[in-house]
């Protein structure tokens, strides 16, 4: 089996790519919550030298998807339910925001772009596996530029990059409960309301159905959460 391809290029160009390679790990889970971040491990993982590497997790600290311990490097930021609920509770509060702009302000493009976002979204599976949850990545980025779909007729620019980082840290949180939510929950029909709402112009009813989303994803996190806090620890192997 080949290694990762080398990330060629200057420190700069090389930070910048296991930056976006790290972020897209943390956010899809494949590097867990608390998770000790080992630099050596990592330059490895992008075929990048420690410098850049330790480059890309100072950003992601920054940005509060990992954390650095004093003297003892990093780790990805906990998914602790403290946090989830600020998270849940804030992104109620801006997208509602930015989707009554949405509705208020949007034309005829922006109904198509909805309309289409919310069919393509149907059509794709969530798992690619009918008998067990596994990501279907094609799900998940149609999933994503549905929610951008329906807040992109907002004119405050600097209200939609808001959204964007609390979706952004929302997916890691996401990522943890799917396999809870998978097969009961009928997402689809969560948003295909929510278009028609939003199609409708609908304010009132198009927010509270995205809040009742929202809320609903993260009492699957909760419960997710729960389940791994009361899980067992998992058993060392002998001379560990």
């Known amino acids: 089996m080949t290694g990762p391809p080398s990330l060629a290029g200057s420190p700069d160009t090389q930070a910048t790519a296991a930056y976006r390679r790290l972020r897209a790990a943390i956010l899809e889970g494949r590097l867990a919550p608390g998770q000790r971040l080992k ?113 992109s007729a907002c004119a405050a620019t600097p209200l939609m990059a808001f959204c964007e980082r609390l979706r952004d840290e929302a997916e890691r949180y996401r990522a943890q409960a799917n396999a809870v939510a998978w097969p009961g929950r009928d997402v689809a029909a969560e948003h295909a309301a929510i278009a028609e709402a939003a199609l409708d112009r609908d304010a009132d009813r198009a927010v509270a159905l995205l809040a009742q989303h929202l809320d609903a994803t993260g009492e699957f996190v909760r419960l997710a959460l729960e389940r791994q806090a009361a899980a067992p620890p998992p058993r060392r192997r002998s001379g560990e």
Do not use: K
Not at 43 to 50: I, Q, T
Not at 78 to 91: C, F, T
Not at 113 to 123: G, P, Q
């Open 39 to 151: 630099v050596q491990d990592l330059a490895v993982l992008c075929g990048a030298g420690p410098t850049p590497v330790r480059e890309a997790l100072a950003q992601l600290a920054a940005e509060g998807l990992a954390r650095r311990i004093e003297q003892r490097g990093f780790r990805v930021a906990d998914a602790d339910p403290a946090g989830l609920s600020e998270l849940v509770r804030s992104r109620c509060l801006v997208e509602a925001a930015a989707l009554r702009e949405a509705i208020a302000r949007g034309d005829a493009a922006w109904e198509d772009s909805v309309a289409a976002a919310e069919r393509r979204l149907a059509r794709l599976p969530r798992s690619l596996d009918p008998a067990r949850y596994v990501t279907n990545p094609a799900w998940e980025a149609a999933h994503r530029r549905f929610h951008q779909a329906l807040v």
